[in-house]
Every structure is written in C-alpha cells, then in structure tokens.
Nanobody
Framework: QVQLVESGGGLVQVGGSLRLSCAASGSIFTIYSMAWYRQAPEKQRELVARITTGGSTNYADSVKGRFTISRDNGKNTAYLQMNSLKPEDTAVYYC???????????????WGKGTLVTVSS
C-alpha cells in the first residue's frame, strides 16, 4: 500500500506565503514524476506544477514566478513553495506521484487527499 499525505495548507492573507509538503510511504520502488494539482470550488482540477526524476519542472502560467516545486528523493517528499499568494489561488491542493511498487512495476498514479489553501483579501 502506498499513501501520500499532504501538509502545510491553511489560511493566509493576500501576498503571503505557504509551503506545502507531500510525503509518500509504503512499498515504493521508484517515484517518477511528482506534481501538485488544485481544485477551486465549482472548477475542474488543474495542474499547478510538476517535477520529473531529473529535476525538470513545468508550471501553470498562472503560478509561474510565484510558485516553486521541489523534491527530496531521500524522503520521498515533494514541496510546493507558494509566494505572493492571490485570492484566486484558493483551492484544495492535491499531490500526485507516479510510483512503481512490487505489485505495479510499470508505475501507477497515486493521489493525496488534499489540503485546503485559503487566501483572504
């Protein structure tokens, strides 16, 4: 069994910062890509940022220059540093890892349960 657990969400004022973490645990061989998605009320889930095994990153246009994704492979953890937060960043943030395990050697998507980020004006 693989579990992803997010932390670091909360309430912040406009212009503030938050750092999200997502840690994977269980029978893990390899974690390939790590990504953060978000879903605002009445909107579809959207990709915020992704980082590959090699460290290549890509970001949604709406967060470029404000958010930074990083990973610690030794800790099976991804981070999302969010600066200059705006009210439109308010959403539930989910982490998504592509992981190989003894039972899924070709890789499988795993999701965290989400952490709420609220940016107040």
């Amino acid at each position: 069994q693989v579990q992803l657990v997010e932390s670091g969400g909360g309430l912040v004022q406009v212009g503030g910062s938050l750092r999200l973490s997502c840690a994977a645990s269980g029978s893990i061989f390899t974690i390939y890509s790590m990504a953060w998605y978000r879903q605002a009320p009445e909107k579809q889930r959207e990709l915020v940022a992704r980082i590959t095994t090699g460290g290549s990153t890509n970001y949604a246009d709406s967060v470029k220059g404000r958010f930074t994704i990083s990973r610690d492979n030794g800790k099976n953890t991804a981070y999302l540093q969010m600066n200059s937060l705006k009210p439109e960043d308010t959403a539930v943030y989910y982490c998504n890892f592509v992981i190989t395990t003894p039972k899924t050697p070709t890789g499988m998507d795993y999701w965290g349960k989400g952490t709420l980020v609220t940016v107040s004006s």
